[in-house]
């Protein structure tokens, strides 16, 4: 019977887990009026997040960012990128008071549309990007991720990339 459970989850985790994608291209500009470009990361594992200046869940979730670029430093890249309404007069202020460590880019919401693949986009997002430029996981903001977006799930996943182990399957909404 525990032979049963256990093949039968272990072939439900495969399915959840699905192909690995190639992660959308963009260039976008930051709040220090610099591009950009995600293709000047390859090599590196890339965190992109989707977010919105006005969202609490964003802004707490700042801090978990600025601790793994703090730990990773070079070896992670960090790109959060704000959706609109947010324009540069919103950014600057939240980019200065959350004393952010990585560049926060402004997209008009085509590359949120080119990386999301559900009817609206749920914030805070983050895509966890490998250094060939695969996405390899992705998380929304909910009580079944709360360890990734509060906790220390984003670093355990990270270090599991890092050491060349395949990551978790992608957690669902």
Not at 24 to 45: H, N, Q, S, V
């Amino acid at each position: 019977m525990k032979k049963t459970v256990a093949t039968l989850l272990f072939g439900i985790v495969l399915f959840a887990a699905g192909p690995l994608r190639r992660a959308p291209g963009f260039c976008l500009i930051d709040t220090t009026g610099e591009w950009r470009d995600l293709a000047d990361y390859r090599g590196k594992i890339v965190l992109v997040e989707f977010m919105k200046t006005d969202c609490p869940h964003c802004s707490a979730f700042s801090t978990v960012l600025n601790s793994v670029k703090l730990k990773y430093a070079d070896k992670v890249a960090i790109l959060a990128i704000a959706n609109p309404p947010d324009n540069p007069q919103t950014m600057t202020p939240y980019a200065n008071a959350h004393k952010l460590a990585y560049p926060l880019l402004l997209d008009q919401g085509q590359v949120a549309a080119s990386y999301v693949r559900a009817p609206s986009l749920d914030l805070p997002t983050v895509y966890l990007i490998d250094g060939n430029g695969m996405i390899r996981n992705s998380w929304v903001n909910s009580a079944l991720t709360k360890d990734i977006f509060e906790g220390n799930g984003l670093s355990r996943e990270i270090d599991k990339l890092l050491a060349g182990a395949p990551s978790a399957a992608p957690a669902k909404k």
